[in-house]
């Protein structure tokens, strides 16, 4: 099983104007960590989801799309003291994303460890969680309790920084807060525009050797549609990107890429006993789905089958 913690909430994509000439928005289940465990559950892989919603309207739309998904959701708590986290989101012509969120606080960040599911956290394979949830207590204590847990059961720990500037106090609490969780991480992926922010290194194979130096195993940096940068011990390899047919939201890309990663990291048995080239072929896989995931509105919703992977692999589709 994998085992996501973190945000779940709801993505208001602007999708047109009203007669009035007004925009209206979308409602989409959204939030990282949720979005990658969607992805591993449309290849197929056992899924379940810690975090807290409200108990309103939007946290029940919430709980049923994870369910209709597929994922495990005996660690999603329900608190009916907080308002389900909003993100609305904007989209420009090219499918790039501008955010606003309404989280002051949300109830994915008042998560405590007391509520932490233990028996998930006892049985998952992987483990995968973001920095969202490291912005504010309770939930940044409660993140480190389950890290730790799972990390003393045998879990993998796969950390997605993701980084969101409207939710920090500053930059640098961000930087700070951010990188703190690196000592515990085997897995990692970030973005190239990540890369300052975790490392002080504005070129990518500057790095992507910095974190390996740190001892973390696998390091992804994603570079948009020009593939991903795979580290492994120490070697670097640059991995193309898939075109898409067309792109109309880029809100899953990214984490579409890392639920297909970690789909090809599932079945393998060591880490310290893989190649650059195998990580290759797993980029590949990648970057297939996440081509696939952003030719639809959304991102929960958008992710691909594996049938269709196979097929975009294939030059099918």
């Known amino acids: 099983m994998i085992t996501a913690l973190g945000e779940i909430l709801i993505d208001?994509?602007?999708?047109?104007?009203?007669?009035?000439?007004?925009?209206?928005?979308?409602?989409?289940?959204?939030?990282?960590?949720?979005?990658?465990?969607?992805c591993l559950a449309k290849l197929g892989i056992p899924t379940a989801f810690i975090g807290k919603i409200g108990d309103d309207m939007q946290g029940k739309f919430l709980y049923k799309t994870l369910e209709d998904a597929g994922i495990n959701v005996s660690g999603l708590i329900v608190d009916k003291n907080y308002f389900t986290t909003l993100a609305f989101v904007s989209l420009s012509e090219t499918g790039e994303r501008n955010f606003s969120f309404a989280r002051k606080p949300g109830a994915d960040i008042m998560l405590?460890?007391?509520?932490?599911?233990?028996?998930?956290?006892?049985?998952?394979?992987?483990?995968?969680?973001?920095?969202?949830?490291?912005?504010?207590?309770?939930?940044?204590?409660?993140?480190?309790?389950?890290i730790k847990f799972a990390k003393k059961n045998g879990a993998i720990i796969s950390y997605d920084p993701n980084y969101r500037a409207l939710l920090w106090e500053s930059k640098?609490?961000?930087?700070?807060?951010?990188?703190?969780p690196l000592q515990y991480v085997d897995v990692l992926k970030i973005s190239d525009e990540e890369c300052e922010l975790l490392t002080d290194e504005k070129d990518i194979y500057k790095a992507c050797e910095h974190l390996l130096k740190k001892g973390i195993k696998i390091v992804v940096i994603t570079l948009g549609k020009d593939g991903a940068l795979v580290g492994y011990k120490n070697d670097m390899k640059k991995i193309k990107g898939f075109a898409s047919n067309k792109v109309v939201d880029t809100t899953g890309a990214g984490d579409s890429f890392w639920g297909g990663f970690l789909y090809s990291l599932y079945n393998k048995d060591n880490l310290s006993e893989l190649s650059i080239?195998?990580?290759s072929r797993d980029a590949t896989f990648?970057?297939?789905?996440?081509?696939?995931?952003i030719e639809n509105f959304g991102a929960i919703k958008a992710m691909p089958t594996l049938e269709q992977v196979n097929r975009r692999l294939r030059g099918e589709l």
């Open 12 to 38: 208001y994509t602007a999708k047109g104007k009203s007669e009035a000439g007004m925009d209206l928005f979308e409602q989409n289940a959204g939030g990282a960590p949720a979005n990658v465990l969607a």
């Open 112 to 146: 405590n460890k007391e509520e932490l599911n233990s028996d998930i956290l006892a049985k998952t394979k992987i483990f995968h969680f973001g920095s969202l949830s490291l912005t504010h207590e309770p939930s940044r204590e409660a993140t480190y309790v389950a």
């Open 172 to 180: 640098e609490i961000a930087k700070e807060q951010m990188r703190l």
């Open 277 to 279: 080239d195998i990580l």
């Open 286 to 293: 990648a970057n297939a789905v996440a081509s696939l995931c």
